[in-house]
Antibody, heavy 125, light 107 residues
Framework: QVQLVQSGAEVKKPGASVKVSCKVS????????MHWVRQAPGKGLEWVGG????????VYAQKFQGRVTMTEDTSTDTAYMELSSLRSEDTAVYYC??????????????????WGQGTTVTVSS | DIQMTQSPSSVSASVGDRVTITCRAS??????LAWYQQKPGKAPKLLIY???NLLSGVPSRFSGSGSGTDFALTISSLQPEDFATYYC?????????FGQGTRLEIK
């Protein structure tokens, strides 16, 4: 069974960067398509970005282009999401989640079936 | 981008009631629509994939339907553990997008 364990809560000042980690167990990171979703306090879910297995590339929501970077360390099966130029509106719980997908005869995506526990990022001066 | 609009944003219902939540897409797509349940302080949980397929372990009182631009989640007989917030998500194409959520409250 895949399990995702995220790093702990962070408090950052406006303009700073934050890097959240997501440790995979039960599978290797290369077998998964990792995504990141955030949820501001009292708000809904917002997809930040993730790995597109069809095109073998990381894709980001337009809103975060230029500020977010998602990386993977396959030696430790850990995924990272770094968000820069933080502002108060970035205060949220950030989740990593594994995308369940199929690839025969063509790629199709079922949904995110395994989630991390969430990492609270607070941006405050 | 495909925009997803859920309705209602909140609904009050009683144990045993039947509830339907709808999700409308800004453009039509094939069946790659997922539904999630989220309880306070917890990560979302995938309930239904590909419009109408229940994940293993999800009670049969949950069902999904729809095609094109209109999709629905129905809970046939509400149980106390079903009171939560529900989200639809289109998994047809990137960027993925979620509906704004429907909060299901106890009447």
């Amino acid at each position: 069974q895949v399990q995702l364990v995220q790093s702990g809560a962070e408090v950052k000042k406006p303009g700073a960067s934050v890097k959240v980690s997501c440790k995979v167990s039960g599978y290797t990171l290369t077998e998964l398509s990792m995504h990141w979703v955030r949820q501001a306090p009292g708000k809904g879910l917002e997809w930040v970005g993730g790995f597109n297995p069809k095109d073998d590339e990381t894709v980001y929501a337009q809103k975060f282009q230029g500020r977010v970077t998602m990386t993977e360390d396959t030696s430790t099966d850990t995924a990272y999401m770094e968000l820069s130029s933080l502002r108060s509106e970035d205060t949220a719980v950030y989740y990593c989640a594994s995308l369940w997908f199929g690839e025969l005869p063509h790629y199709y995506y079922y949904g995110m079936d395994v989630w991390g526990q969430g990492t609270t990022v607070t941006v405050s001066s | 981008d495909i925009q997803m609009t859920q309705s209602p944003s909140s609904v009050s219902a009683s144990v045993g009631d039947r509830v339907t939540i709808t999700c409308r897409a800004s453009q039509g797509f094939s069946s790659w629509l997922a539904w999630y349940q989220q309880k306070p302080g917890k990560a979302p949980k995938l309930l239904i994939y590909a419009t109408s397929n229940l994940l293993s372990g999800v009670p049969s009182r949950f069902s999904g339907s729809g095609s094109g631009t209109d999709f629905a989640l129905t809970i046939s007989s509400l149980q106390p553990e079903d009171f939560a917030t529900y989200y639809c998500q289109q998994a047809n194409s990137f960027p993925f997008t979620f509906g704004q959520g429907t909060r299901l409250e106890i009447k």
